[in-house]
């Protein structure tokens, strides 16, 4: 079974938080879940960008996390490419993607 799933972030507005609500329509695939630990933030951002007029800022500091995720439809095979802009290292251990089961068994792991 082949599915495309993506999201380009292009349906967003500037400084919005990112949910599972406003993550789709014209950004592709809306994310199944996001979870946003305070002080983390995720929105949509003009300032560093691939292509196209939107990024996402993904902003984790100290206790704060964020996390989303793209439930695949029974695929066995799962591909990604993510392009990144990192403004310096992490302070701290810090996974750019986890790829897990259902039961949240962990597939792969990068970063």
């Known amino acids: 079974m082949t599915s495309i799933q993506f999201n380009s972030f292009e349906g967003g507005s500037q400084g919005t ?16 879940g996001v979870t946003i630990t305070s002080p983390g933030t995720l929105t949509y951002d003009n300032t560093h960008v691939h292509s196209g007029s939107f990024a ?33 290292n992490p302070l701290t251990q810090t996974y750019l993607a986890y790829i897990a089961t259902a039961g949240n068994s962990l597939c792969a792991r990068l970063g």
Request: charged share 5%; no cysteine.
């Open 17 to 32: 938080t990112i949910t599972t609500g406003n993550s789709g329509g014209g950004s592709g695939t809306a994310f199944s």
């Open 56 to 88: 996402a800022e993904y902003v984790s500091t100290g206790s704060g996390g964020v996390n989303t995720q793209l439930t695949p439809d029974g695929s066995t095979q799962v591909w990604f490419r993510a392009y990144l802009y990192l403004p310096s």
